[in-house]
């Protein structure tokens, strides 16, 4: 487990606090962001809620380590861009994360790190990389039919995770 992704945990972990159910969230039970789904999937059985209730940190950490931060390249990029996808990762997908930074590269958008990803990111700047990244990601919240019940709160963590990234960049 590198420092890189440590410290990425640690930021979305503080987004992902406990064991939540809400009946508007379309991912269902969800403890720590590991929604039951993406736990049946890890546990290769159905998860029950009392499944995701119970998850430990450790296998949290997991599962995020290996479906979203290696899922999304994270190792390769800069850290502040890392912590960017990895959120991103997290929220959304890994395959949308990176659609996302494909997109605030202006380049071709399918989702898969390849070289001419890894070539964009290599010789992008990465603050102007940061604010395109989120500010993408911003507006796909808006267009979400579930705006109105979790928008401020995406909104507060985006701006936390933009103001990480910024952080992270200058070290």
């Known amino acids: 487990m590198s420092r890189a992704f440590e410290t990425a945990l640690e930021h979305v972990l503080r987004h992902e606090a406990g064991f939540v159910d809400h009946p508007s969230d379309p991912g269902g039970a969800t403890n720590m962001g590991i929604t039951i789904g993406t736990l049946t999937d890890w546990m290769n059985r159905t998860a029950t809620v009392e499944d995701v209730r119970r998850l430990t940190q450790e296998t949290a950490a997991q599962i995020y380590e290996a479906r979203y931060w290696k899922a999304a390249s994270c190792d390769d990029w800069p850290a502040g861009v890392a912590l960017m996808v990895f959120d991103a990762a997290v929220n959304h997908g890994p395959v949308r994360a990176i659609m996302f930074l494909q997109q605030a590269l202006r380049i ?22 940061l604010i395109e990244y989120a500010a993408r990601r911003m507006r796909f919240y808006g267009r979400l039919s579930t705006f109105t019940t979790f928008g401020l709160g995406w909104s507060r963590r985006l701006m936390d995770t933009l103001a990480a990234g910024l952080d992270a960049g200058r070290s």
């Open 108 to 129: 071709g958008d399918d989702g898969r790190v390849g070289p001419v990803t890894r070539a964009a990111v290599a010789g992008a700047e990465p603050r102007a990389l």
